[in-house]
Structures are given as C-alpha cells and as structure tokens.
T-cell receptor, first 114, second 110 residues
Framework: DAGVIQSPRHEVTEMGQEVTLRCKPISGHDYLFWYRQTMMRGLELLIY????????DSGMPEDRFSAKMPNASFSTLKIQPSEPRDSAVYFC????????????FGQGTRLTVV | GDSVTQMEGPVTLSEEAFLTINCTYT??????LFWYVQYPGEGLQLLLKATKADDKGSNKGFEATYRKETTSFHLEKGSVQVSDSAVYFC?????????FGKGTTLSVSS
C-alpha cells in the first residue's frame, strides 16, 4: 500500500480564495483524521470520520472550514474564504480500528495564504 | 481534558550522547501512549508505543516506559546519531483520536 496520500503538497493562495485539500486514506482503514500543525499550537485535531461519517468536528476552528468524506477512499478539507492565519501544515491520517491503534499519517499539505 | 506535556526544545547533542525527552500526560482512564517522529518535510511516523502500565516500547534504539504512578512516558536513547535529528512528539490515545504534545526538536551534530 502506498500509505496515506495527500494533495497538493504545497498550496499558496490569496486571502479570500477557496482552498481544497485532498486525502486518500489507506485502503481498509475505518477512521480518517484531519490535523493542523502550527508553531504556536502544535498538532490540533480538526475532525475525524468513522466509516465516512463525521464523528467529532469540535476542532474545526470556524464555519469557514468544512470537511467531507464521500466514500471510503477520499476526503476533502475546504477553507472558504481563506485567511492568512489559516497558513499551516495540514495532515491527514487514517487508522484501521479504534482501540489502541496507531494512526498513519500522510506527508501533509503546506498551506500559505498571502 | 486529556493533555500531553513534553519538554521544550530544541535539544542539541553531539553524536553518541545520551538522549532523554520528558513527557507527562493527564488523562482519565488508561490511555495508550505513543512517540512519533517527524523528519524534515515529512509526515509523522510511529516510533514506539505502550498500551498499559509498565509496558516498555522500543524501536531503533529508542525506549520509553509507561509509568502510571508518575503519568510519564519519557523517551530515551543511549547513543544518538546525526540521522536521529528530527522533531519528536509524545501522544496519548484515550478515546479514538491521538492527542499530541507540542513536539521537541532534536539536533545531533557530528
């Protein structure tokens, strides 16, 4: 398996534009997580899905952020409109089962909003 | 709520030095504990884990012991190499998602 695949690896956009980040989890994994990494706040959980259903989105910072998982092999994180403070590295991770199992991370998308 | 506290970095060592990165946690119940490593430009990779008290996780010369009495999971390595330079994250899993510490940057020079 190729692991968790994220695209794009880098994104530079202007303030106010819509940004869509994409993730393909490892086949057969039931859980998908979106994290955001910044110097100030470290790694923050934004949202996670179980079997394509959003379970906990309490970490989503504002209504400008939305995430979907239309099928077991694809998820998106959308920011509309984007702001400079959204600049961060966004990671997608997946795991096979809930209990005591590691999460496998993608390489991340580095987002810069200017 | 559940949280992880790890020592502030950066940690700068010479090759073959002994490494300790402290990690303590706050959690209800009995979480699983993890150390992840992030190399420059990469995602996080699992380094080691422990799922119950007194378990020792080990991998690539790194070790950490789950200490319930001190709520700690300190990372150690007897002799670091330049290739160990990376950011190390302590994490716990009490529910479904991992909760991470802020990370400790390790820089090893030859």
């Amino acid at each position: 398996d190729a692991g968790v695949i994220q695209s794009p690896r880098h994104e530079v956009t202007e303030m106010g534009q819509e940004v869509t980040l994409r993730c393909k989890p490892i086949s057969g994994h039931d859980y998908l997580f979106w994290y955001r990494q910044t110097m100030m706040r470290g790694l923050e959980l934004l949202i996670y899905f179980n079997n394509n259903v959003p379970i906990d989105d309490s970490g989503m910072p504002e209504d400008r952020f939305s995430a979907k998982m239309p099928n077991a092999s694809f998820s998106t994180l959308k920011i509309q409109p984007s702001e400079p403070r959204d600049s961060a590295v966004y990671f997608c991770a997946s795991s096979p089962i809930k209990a005591r199992t590691e999460a496998f991370f993608g390489q991340g998308t580095r987002l810069t909003v200017v | 709520g559940d949280s992880v506290t790890q020592m502030e970095g950066p940690v700068t060592l010479s090759e073959e030095a002994f490494l300790t990165i402290n990690c303590t946690y706050t959690a209800t119940g009995y979480p699983s504990l993890f150390w992840y490593v992030q190399y420059p430009g990469e995602g996080l990779q699992l380094l080691l884990k422990a799922t119950k008290a007194d378990d020792k996780g080990s991998n690539k010369g790194f070790e950490a012991t789950y200490r319930k009495e001190t709520t700690s999971f300190h990372l150690e390595k007897g002799s670091v190499q330049v290739s160990d330079s990376a950011v190390y994250f302590c994490a716990l899993q009490a529910g479904t998602a991992l909760i991470f510490g802020k990370g400790t940057t390790l820089s090893v020079s030859s």
